[in-house]
């Protein structure tokens, strides 16, 4: 049996695409954003809980179609694949400081669960060894805060559309690293 070090995984790990879970993400906060727009409150809420719980799934299953499978048994065992799950679980964990907070002011969802869940690009940038998910995490956060400041009244529209607009250009600089990664080999 070939082991692999740590460093080796880290290093095939690194050398995947990572467009099917930001992938998965922006379509949700499409959605979210879209539904914020032309429904009630109430909806939108909805929206929230489950769209957002469903990023992993839809994830999984775009992932088949970007050649990343999630699911693909005959992958070898990687840590960091290990560890990127436990972010989700870290992401889906961090409804227990979002629900209470919504208990008390419903439109702090989009505040609350676009920040919570936006911490997992942290880890990320560490295991890949690039600095995309520390823009996404950093300027996720900034954005949301500052939108759900200044839009009080448009906080389920304006903050799901900052989030994708995060996404779209995380996609874009993920895609370059990639591009760069191949070129550079």
């Avoid at 959605?31 to 809980?49: E, M, P, Q, T, Y």
């Avoid at 961090?94 to 997992?120: E, Q």
């Avoid at 995060?166 to 070129?183: D, E, P, S, V």
Wanted: charged share 15%; net charge positive; glycine share 6%.
């Amino acid at each position: 049996m070939n082991k692999r070090t740590l460093e080796e995984q880290r290093i095939e790990f690194s050398n995947q695409k990572f467009v099917a879970t930001p992938l998965a993400g922006l379509i949700v906060w499409t959605i979210i954003g879209l539904i914020g727009l032309f429904f009630s409150d109430f909806i939108a809420v909805w929206s929230i809980f489950i769209g957002t719980g469903s990023i992993v799934y839809l994830a999984m299953f775009i992932s088949k179609f970007t050649g990343e499978n999630f699911l693909d048994k005959t992958k070898p065992k990687n840590e960091f694949d290990k560890l990127f799950f436990f972010t989700v679980g870290q992401a889906l964990l961090a409804y227990s400081i979002a629900i209470p907070f919504f208990i008390i002011d419903y439109s702090s969802l989009p505040m609350t669960v676009g920040i919570l869940t936006g911490l997992m690009w942290l880890p990320f940038s560490w295991i890949i060894n690039h600095w995309v998910g520390i823009f996404h995490a950093i300027f996720r956060t900034t954005i949301v805060l500052v939108l759900w400041y200044l839009l009080p009244e448009y906080r389920f529209i304006a903050i799901p559309f900052a989030i994708v607009v995060m996404y779209i250009i995380t996609i874009g600089i993920l895609k370059k690293r990639r591009k760069r990664k191949k070129w550079e080999s």
